[in-house]
């Protein structure tokens, strides 16, 4: 699959001598999209060959996951269950845009308490969805397992040899561990952390082989799924310079952490950068649900 590189053209980069591409995996896929498409392709393979009809995974109430699995399981003709973090959404589901089109697809959802939820791998607890459900194809919140980093290890391509940095946002760790493992030896791989998880750095490398990397947690905006009338300003301001959509909780900070890192003079002369745009636009008309009782600027579409 040829996913086109785009060359970011703003005064910023001129200014300071860096380039900046970012790779369009957004473009693979509406719902399927950038590191979920990675992720789901080797496990959609192995369900199918373990003869698996059902897949069942994790995730919040706007989690990108839980859309791609939702559809991709419909596509290949498998059954999707969703535990969903949060008992309370039970009863307001059809009002949260990401659940209602996973709904739409075809995914069944099983609504667990965070104190359940906390819990979900044990095996008692996995125990009592195999009595609800049935037999099913276990996929971890947000993807990630050795099938998924063998997934994301397919996102660079010969041609990006030339970059010096690449650079991911940072949910679970996955997409970042495959984006190691592929990248050359002169290149440094950046991952911007969209949550406050000091865990990801015990999690990554059980997946890393080699390379050199590191995490920047700057830009989190004080965890998973925050946002601030800054970013939305920013996010909405790089859309009409550049064409490009970010969304709020992955995409959007990190192209905010490298522009920032950029302007403070982080890189120097000559660099060239390429980041990975992980897709996950289907959140934004969740977030700016939020962003509207909050009375804050809604990220434009």
């Not at 373990?50 to 559809?71: K, P």
């Not at 008309?285 to 939020?290: D, E, I």
Request: glycine share 12%; hydrophobic share 35%.
């Amino acid at each position: 699959m040829d996913i086109p590189n785009q060359k970011i053209e703003l005064p910023i980069l001129e200014e300071h001598g860096v380039t900046l591409n970012i790779k369009r995996e957004d473009l693979i896929h509406p719902l399927v999209s950038g590191n979920k498409y990675r992720k789901l392709k080797y496990n959609l393979q192995a369900a199918r060959e373990g003869g698996f009809d059902t897949l069942l995974t994790f995730g919040g109430a706007y989690s990108n996951h839980i859309a791609a699995t939702a559809f991709a399981g419909a596509e290949n003709g498998l059954r999707t269950i969703g535990v969903i973090r949060g008992e309370e959404l039970e009863y307001v589901w059809q009002d949260n845009p990401t659940l209602r089109e996973a709904h739409r697809t075809g995914m069944h959802f099983h609504f667990m308490s965070r104190k359940d939820y906390r819990q979900k791998t044990t095996t008692s607890i996995l125990d009592k969805l195999k009595e609800r459900w049935g037999k099913f194809y276990v996929l971890p919140e947000g993807g990630t397992n050795i099938l998924a980093v063998k997934g994301c290890e397919e996102i660079l391509k010969p041609q990006d040899a030339h970059f010096d940095f690449i650079a991911s946002c940072v949910g679970t760790g996955g997409t970042l561990a495959g984006l190691i493992n592929s990248a050359r030896p002169h290149q440094e791989v950046l991952g911007f952390p969209v949550l406050k998880d000091e865990g990801l750095k015990e999690d990554i490398p059980t997946f890393v082989k080699r390379g050199q990397w590191r995490l920047i947690w700057d830009y989190h905006f004080g965890g998973y799924a925050k946002v601030s009338r800054e970013l939305v300003t920013f996010i909405n301001d790089f859309r009409r310079k550049t064409g490009v959509s970010l969304d709020p909780i992955y995409t959007g900070k990190l192209l905010y952490g490298i522009i920032d890192l950029i302007g403070r003079g982080k890189f120097k002369t000559g660099t060239n950068i390429l980041a990975i745009h992980s897709g996950g636009l289907q959140g934004i008309a969740g977030m700016n649900n939020v962003l509207k009782k909050k009375n804050l600027p809604l990220i434009e579409v």
